[in-house]
């Protein structure tokens, strides 16, 4: 309880980070609340194409009818769901490899380390789309392709932190009263490594939101879910006659990615021992 | 004296390096008995802390290695054993205490966690059975209020109470040897002496084998029953803390010795042993410490000299060991 309260206590100092912790709550709440206190099914034609905002629809309708409003907040929950899930997903994938490779070191580590690098070179979002357009648009294989191509940074710090953990004294002494090695990795490294892996990761839920708008604006989304990156890709054709119907969207991205940006540095400043004393 | 706790033979540890390899310990062998104190004597880069390393197979491979040798504890030998029997022993049957306290605890856990970590791998005490006996052990070494400092975390706590936590931890299970790696190097002076005396205390009152590292003979004197010196991986010399004291053979243990007694020689120069311990790549051809050697003869630049016994008990390494009587 003490060092929630001693985080809490370090993370307001960042004011930009507590906006973005309120935006994001408030996001949050239209993603989770919206669609319920909302109930316009995002996919029906309710009324004449290109009605303005503010007019019979909160936020107008698009080129085929369709409630902008719906769409934003139905569009919010894929877009989170698929963010927060592809991110946690990486974590763990490069957390597990890059503890393994840094613990142990010798071979394990050039294997995965090469592993890691050969995922690196690859320019992620081509190798997304890739995977994307081979096993079918769905929330699934999304989260999935944004996964497999987020993972290798977060094993690289992983590794980074394990290097530096594992021939501290308490390691050894762990070592030394006949602690087995995944006791120690998981328990007793694991959570003097997580904070910065925390703040990465956190970062991380921002790109994946924008890989999963790049990949649904192409046309490879979940074809049976209404998304941002959909909502902006429809919009694309008429910009020059219905700017707002791709700005709303885009705006909605933006202030996400902005929100959980500031959050992750606000993350950064609490829990980064090397700025604690400032 | 019965069958050693700890008997080491010719014990050689190797580390493979980009430059080649480098040999840390070379064919060490002694052995120590039942709440009997050695202590491992020598300078930085000397290769006694590698050597403590390696009696617990502790030494990270790669790039290190015993290369040979036999640790035998309580008859069995750990060198032989697998990882699994390894761990089995490590901190229920040897334990150790390691240089600096600030650094060898996890700052995220309690100290009752911590020292509960032993009680849990090797008797698999419940909950309730741990948290007593972690207060009982920390009343043992020492700590006031056991039952307030067992729920604080390492920061909360000075470096000599770390120590005596850390202390607590290797004797939780009652082992059989406890290696202590410089215990009192990074403590006030003050703290030093308490802690060393915890730890003699603690070896009468249990029976236990310690074998203790340090440079510092001062500790020595106070605490230890046999010394064993060692020069660039080697044992030099070996004897009682009365012999070694009063009757050095080998002039690297006359030079520590004439560097600690700096205060009661008649001027106030510090007498120090000139130059440092050669580089693992730069070995000397003949005795590895005759170029720092005042007293040293064309012979020993070319042939390393072996340990020959000057008495019964008192193996020293030096061509000129015999003729050296008391000096």
Redesign the interface.
């Given at each position: 309880m003490r060092r929630l309260a001693t985080f809490w206590l370090r993370y307001r100092r960042n004011r930009g980070a507590v906006a973005g912790a309120l935006a994001l709550a408030v996001i949050l709440a239209l993603a989770l609340l919206g669609p319920i206190l909302y109930p316009t099914d995002p996919f029906d034609m309710v009324g004449r194409p290109f009605s303005l905002p503010f007019d019979r629809f909160p936020l107008g309708t698009d080129v085929a009818g369709r409630d902008i409003l719906a769409g934003i907040l139905n569009g919010g929950r894929v877009s989170l769901l698929i963010g927060v899930l592809a991110s946690l997903s990486a974590t763990i994938i490069g957390v597990a490899l890059g503890a393994v490779a840094g613990y142990y070191?010798?071979r394990i580590d050039d294997l995965l380390m090469r592993t890691t690098e050969f995922f690196l070179c690859i320019p992620s979002f081509v190798l997304a789309v890739v995977l994307v357009a081979i096993f079918q648009p769905s929330v699934v294989t999304v989260t999935v392709a944004i996964a497999v191509v987020s993972w290798p940074s977060v094993a690289r710090l992983a590794r980074g932190e394990f290097i530096a953990h594992r021939?501290?004294?308490?390691v050894?002494?762990?070592?030394?009263?006949?602690?087995?090695d995944w006791e120690i990795i998981l328990l007793?490294i694991m959570?003097?490594a997580l904070p910065p892996i925390i703040v990465v990761s956190s970062l991380m839920v921002a790109t994946a939101i924008l890989t999963e708008s790049g990949l649904s604006f192409l046309g490879l989304g979940d074809p049976n879910l209404v998304s941002w990156g959909y909502m902006i890709g429809v919009a694309r054709t008429v910009l020059r006659t219905a700017w707002w119907m791709a700005a709303i969207p885009g705006v909605m991205i933006l202030l996400t990615v902005l929100a959980i940006n500031l959050v992750g540095e606000g993350l950064n400043d609490a829990l980064n021992p090397r700025l604690r004393k400032r | 004296m019965s069958a050693p706790v700890l008997d080491v033979r010719s014990l050689s540890v190797e580390f493979e390096s980009t430059l080649g390899t480098i040999h840390a310990v070379r064919d060490l062998s002694f052995s120590i008995g039942e709440g009997e104190t050695l202590a491992l004597v020598g300078e930085s880069g000397s290769g006694k802390s590698t050597a403590a390393m390696a009696l617990l197979r502790l030494i990270p491979n790669p790039p290190g290695r015993i290369s040979s040798g036999a640790v035998l504890l309580a008859g069995r030998d750990l060198t032989a054993l697998s990882e699994a029997d390894l761990r089995g022993v490590r901190g229920r049957e040897m334990a150790m205490i390691f240089q600096d306290p600030m650094m060898a605890l996890n700052p995220v856990y309690t100290i009752e966690r911590q020292i509960g970590e032993v009680l849990r791998l090797h008797l698999g005490l419940s909950k309730s059975e741990i948290l007593a006996e972690v207060v009982e052990l920390l009343r043992l070494v020492g700590v006031p209020a056991p039952e307030e400092r067992a729920r604080q975390y390492p920061h909360n706590l000075s470096g000599g109470m770390r120590q005596r936590v850390m202390i607590a931890m290797a004797l939780a299970c009652r082992p059989r040897l406890l290696i202590a790696d410089e215990p009192t190097t990074a403590l006030d002076v003050t703290v030093q002496a308490q802690v060393l005396d915890l730890i003699h205390g603690l070896k009468e009152k249990f029976g236990m084998a310690v074998l203790l590292i340090t440079h510092d003979l001062g500790i020595v004197a106070e605490t230890a029953n046999r010394v064993v010196v060692m020069y660039a991986g080697r044992k030099v010399e070996e004897g009682t803390v009365g012999e070694i004291f009063a009757d050095p053979r080998h002039p690297y243990t006359r030079g520590l010795l004439g560097a600690a007694k700096w205060e009661e020689a008649d001027g106030d120069l510090l007498r120090e042993i000139p130059g440092t311990v050669p580089s693992p790549f730069e070995m000397p051809s003949g005795c590895s410490f005759a170029p720092r050697c005042a007293e040293a003869i064309p012979l020993c630049r070319s042939a390393m000299p072996e340990l020959k016994d000057v008495a019964p008990g008192r193996p020293v390494r030096c061509f000129l060991a015999e003729g050296r009587g008391h000096g």
């Open positions: 070191g010798g021939d501290r004294e308490y050894q002494g762990c070592r030394a009263i006949g602690m087995p007793q959570p003097n | -």
